[in-house]
């Protein structure tokens, strides 16, 4: 088995000839009409599509090994008991090609072996590139020298998070992509559409929605760790509830506006108290339940703080208490809200402890709690990110 065998390893579509006969589908975009064709043409099917670091390069290699013997050869046998149309007739032979067979799992591992250390020189060459030069999709800035600065930009001016540059490749192509949606006026994570720029920025920023959506497999080959193991993904987190996938996209302006803000108040959405398992649609309820059951007033606790300050009180008071810790002495204990309530300790910490760079990432995802933070301040709030971004790249 040799690596020339290889094929399209940097995954363009381009035609390719099917495994048994002369039809050409064009992979891998067309890769479902293509098995499709294989099992009603050839009644055959391959196990596992979805682990094959490239179809082009499978189909290749045994498409030359059909020609030298039949499919018995190396497929395993099925015996049913109907026609491809679903008519009951005995003994119907149809065929599995899959890693079974030890020649079959060979080559998964080599073709995957081979994208790996093509794309590891593909992120190489980025890498060592310093003639790179963009503009920056959200202030226009002109980013010159390396891919790396233009990451770290965003994260650091506009708090979009793509990933650490050693993580990435392919970067032209998902800096492509997510101009495209922005300008689109497309939410990169939840993929709403929007009626202007102004109610996507404030949208993403409320919502924290400043990243790629996990869901959409799109994404995958801009991040290496999806290359280092068959059936390994960027994407790390469990499955999580979107709330706005169908935001926007009315006929009429109120229609749009209408769609583009309800989710930022969506009813569906229990909002939980910061201290026990109390929830309740009302944001106002919340807050009343927290000053009447916990003593604590948030509204008056966060009255002169920033935006990116009060979400980072939330996010410390959570992890205290997921942690069994007071959120004032920082004492362990079983009970830690009969501790605080005994030890009037219902009050927030020194700012020394809470404003720190750890806090500012929500300690679940789509946190309802957060999107209704007061989005007013009484200070510069992108003047805030700047001074934590720094340490956060590091985190």
Not at 193 to 207: A, G, I, P, Q, S
């Amino acid at each position: 088995m040799y690596k020339s065998q290889f094929v399209g390893l940097d995954d363009k579509p381009c035609d390719t000839k099917c495994l048994l006969c002369e039809c050409t589908f064009i992979l891998p975009t067309n890769e479902t009409d293509f098995l499709t064709h294989l099992f009603k043409a050839h009644r055959l099917v391959i196990a596992d599509v979805w682990k094959i670091a490239n179809l082009r390069s499978y189909v290749h290699y045994w498409s030359v090994k059909f020609k030298e013997a039949p499919l018995t050869a190396y497929c395993s046998t099925l015996l049913m008991d109907c026609t491809l149309d679903g008519q009951p007739k005995k003994n119907e032979n149809y065929f599995l090609l899959s890693d079974c067979l030890s020649e079959d799992k060979t080559l998964r591992d080599e073709i995957h072996r081979a994208k790996l250390e093509w794309t590891l020189a593909q992120q190489a060459a980025e890498r060592a590139d310093t003639s790179f030069k963009r503009g920056c999709v959200f202030c226009r800035t002109e980013i010159c020298g390396s891919r790396a600065a233009y990451i770290k930009h965003l994260y650091q001016k506009h708090n979009l998070y793509l990933g650490k540059p050693e993580n990435l490749v392919f970067v032209d192509e998902l800096l492509d992509k997510i101009q495209k949606n922005v300008e689109s006026l497309i939410c990169i994570y939840c993929e709403g559409t929007f009626k202007d720029r102004t109610v996507l920025k404030e949208h993403m920023r409320k919502k924290f929605h400043k990243c790629i959506n996990p869901h959409n497999k799109a994404y995958d080959k801009f991040y290496i760790n999806n290359y280092l193991e068959p059936e390994k993904t960027w994407k790390k987190k469990p499955a999580i509830s979107q709330t706005n996938s169908d935001a926007g996209g009315g006929s009429s302006e109120n229609e749009d506006e209408e769609c583009s803000w309800s989710d930022w108040n969506d009813e569906s959405i229990g909002i939980m108290c910061l201290f026990c398992n109390y929830n309740n649609n009302e944001f106002t309820c919340i807050l009343k339940h927290m000053k009447k059951e916990h003593s604590f007033d948030f509204e008056e606790i966060v009255k002169d703080l920033t935006f990116y300050q009060k979400v980072k009180v939330v996010n410390y008071i959570k992890r205290q208490i997921k942690l069994q810790r007071c959120i004032f002495c920082e004492t362990e204990s079983d009970n830690v809200l009969e501790h605080m309530k005994k030890q009037q300790h219902y009050k927030i910490a020194a700012q020394k402890i809470w404003d720190q760079p750890e806090y500012y990432f929500p300690m679940s995802d789509n946190d309802s709690f957060l999107y209704n933070l007061d989005a007013t301040s009484n200070s510069d709030e992108e003047s805030d990110v700047e001074n934590v971004t720094e340490a956060m790249c590091n985190l």
